[in-house]
């Protein structure tokens, strides 16, 4: 079982940053794929950006390329979300999730993230 934790979420002006981070417990953090999602009021959840097991692969939602990117210390078992650029649309609950059966790759769907975390607030006022 791989229990994970987001923090670092907020409030912001538009234009703004956050960073966002996923703790994960477990010794087998470094072997999973990390996607990280968001679902904002009346909306489904959606994908917003992942990171293979070694960090070399990453992908990215159309909405928030060029702004947010996704890092890894497998070290310290922490995924981290850095949001730049940020706009009202963003606004929304965050989540991280694991993907253990591809590592590999960089899944964009919900589908194979077996493992999530509560979430994170992140409000973008205009």
């Known amino acids: 079982q791989v229990q994970l934790v987001e923090s670092g979420g907020g409030l912001v002006q538009a234009g703004g940053s956050l960073r966002l981070s996923c703790v994960a417990s477990?010794?087998?953090?470094?072997?999973?794929?990390m996607g990280w999602f968001r679902q904002a009021p009346g909306k489904e959840r959606q994908f917003v950006i992942g990171i293979n097991w070694t960090g070399r692969k990453t992908a990215y939602a159309d909405s928030v390329k060029g702004r947010f990117t996704i890092s890894r210390d497998n070290a310290k078992n922490t995924v981290y979300l850095q949001m730049n650029s940020l706009k009202p649309e963003d606004t929304a609950v965050y989540y991280c999730a694991a993907d253990p059966a591809l590592p590999t790759v960089v899944r964009t769907t919900a589908f194979g993230y077996d493992y999530w975390g509560q979430g994170t607030q992140v409000t973008v006022s205009s």
């Open positions: 477990g010794r087998t953090f470094s072997s999973y794929a």
